[in-house]
């Protein structure tokens, strides 16, 4: 799922979602709430708006798709917020592919991953990370935008 927010700046921060994010709002509401993909999009359109920004915003369950849209934010992107989901956890690939591309990017995680059971605490995101937002449900991608926008 892709969707794009019209700017009247040139500069866009790509806003990427791994797996089961498409199910925000039913999956496991206790956890991860009741706001839907939709929401966190909107929210991240108005946030970057706000800043003078424009947002592109991506979900895939697909690890390859993911690694497809941070290559293409080369020249297109001016930073990077992602929620990794589980691959969070487990893809190298992912932090190679972020890092490869030299744009400044921030972590979301609407849950406390720390929190949570003992294989969610590590993340191979985190270390290229210029921040870490988790458990502020899905103010967090707000928080990160806000984060990138000043760094701009």
């Not at 990427?16 to 709430?33: F, Q």
């Not at 969610?120 to 870490?132: K, L, N, T, W």
């Amino acid at each position: 799922m892709t969707s794009q927010s019209a700017g009247t700046a040139d500069k866009k921060i790509l806003v990427l979602n791994g797996p089961n994010l498409n199910l925000l709002g039913t999956r496991e509401p206790a956890i991860y709430g009741s706001a839907t993909l939709a929401d966190v999009e909107q929210l991240a359109a108005q946030t970057a708006k706000a800043h003078g920004l424009g947002t592109t915003c991506f979900q895939s369950n697909h690890e390859g798709e993911l690694i497809d849209a941070i290559h293409g934010a080369r020249g297109t992107a001016a930073g990077i917020v992602i929620n990794p989901g589980a691959y969070t956890h487990t893809s190298v690939a992912l932090r190679d592919a972020l890092s490869g591309v030299e744009l400044p990017v921030v972590e979301v995680h609407i849950s406390n991953i720390h929190r949570r059971e003992e294989f969610r605490h590590h993340s191979y995101i985190s270390g290229i990370a210029q921040a870490v937002i988790a458990g502020a449900g899905i103010s967090g991608y707000k928080f990160a935008i806000d984060l990138l926008a000043e760094a701009l």
